[in-house]
């Protein structure tokens, strides 16, 4: 059902989003680098590795620099038309393609490069590849301001990789154990929310048995208590 669903939404999404795909592509085409496409080896179902597509938003040899494949608030690595794509979204539209293509889904755990993969705990990883990984899906949706959150930090990458990473985990195997077409649904519209009202708390909410956070982001991910 999940499968069907995806193709259904997939491709009305791509016959919507079409107006906004060809704009896009002319502006990336003669800015910046020249790039339209950004193509990126990730951890998906099984543990295959996937190429995933994205609008062009950052230098191509970003990987190499800075901060690698983790992206901070305001990196400099950023071009300019990428921060607008990048914080509306925009830039994650071609991923409607790997969903047709059947590497992704709508909804499922984000799927991240092998360094991010990497910093799972080991039992997290065991369970996050028994799905297809997703576009959206709750850990997005609760880490939705993640690069400002590593910003604040003053150690962005042990914050990342020891509080980050391990409660994302939690949070993807919930729904790997919890998955149904109404979580499924569900997750559709909370992404829609959250773009459109970054500080709601409705997922705490909508989603009944999420794993408690650690007491360091308890604060910033609006958890009630």
């Given at each position: 059902m999940?499968?069907?669903?995806d193709?259904l939404?997939s491709?009305?999404?791509?016959?919507?989003f079409?107006?906004?795909?060809?704009?896009?592509?002319?502006?990336?085409?003669?800015?910046?680098?020249?790039?339209?496409?950004?193509?990126?080896k990730?951890v998906?179902r099984?543990?295959?590795?996937?190429d995933?597509?994205?609008?062009?938003?950052?230098?191509?040899?970003s990987p190499?620099?800075?901060?690698?494949?983790?992206?901070?608030?305001d990196?400099?690595?950023?071009?300019?038309?990428?921060?607008?794509?990048r914080?509306?979204?925009?830039n994650?539209?071609?991923?409607?393609?790997?969903?047709?293509?059947?590497?992704?889904?709508?909804?499922?755990p984000?799927?991240?490069?092998?360094?991010?993969?990497?910093?799972?705990p080991?039992?997290?990883?065991?369970?996050?590849?028994?799905?297809?990984?997703?576009?959206?899906?709750?850990?997005?949706?609760?880490f939705?301001?993640?690069?400002?959150?590593?910003?604040?930090?003053?150690?962005?990458?042990?914050?990342?990789?020891?509080?980050?990473?391990?409660?994302?985990?939690?949070?993807?195997?919930?729904?790997?154990?919890?998955r149904?077409?109404?979580?499924?649904?569900?997750?559709?519209?909370l992404?829609?929310?959250?773009?459109?009202?970054?500080?709601?708390?409705?997922h705490?909410?909508?989603?009944?048995?999420?794993?408690?956070?650690?007491?360091e982001?308890?604060?910033?991910?609006?958890?009630?208590?």
């Open positions: 999940q499968r069907l669903l193709i939404f491709l009305s999404a791509l016959i919507i079409l107006p906004i795909f060809v704009p896009i592509t002319v502006v990336l085409r003669f800015t910046g680098e020249g790039e339209v496409f950004f193509k990126q990730r998906g099984g543990g295959v590795k996937f995933l597509l994205k609008f062009a938003t950052m230098l191509k040899d190499n620099i800075g901060t690698g494949t983790v992206t901070l608030k990196d400099p690595r950023v071009l300019p038309v990428g921060r607008f794509l914080t509306t979204k925009l994650e539209l071609p991923q409607l393609l790997n969903i047709l293509w059947g590497d992704m889904s709508l909804i499922g984000r799927p991240q490069t092998q360094r991010c993969f990497d910093a799972f080991k039992s997290s990883q065991a369970e996050i590849v028994k799905v297809v990984p997703g576009l959206s899906g709750i850990g997005s949706i609760v939705r301001g993640e690069e400002d959150m590593m910003h604040a930090s003053k150690d962005p990458d042990r914050f990342y990789d020891e509080v980050i990473m391990p409660y994302k985990g939690e949070l993807e195997c919930w729904y790997v154990n919890k149904s077409v109404s979580v499924y649904l569900k997750s559709i519209f992404t829609a929310w959250v773009v459109l009202f970054p500080n709601s708390s409705a705490w909410r909508a989603f009944s048995g999420l794993p408690d956070p650690p007491e982001l308890v604060n910033i991910l609006n958890y009630p208590q």
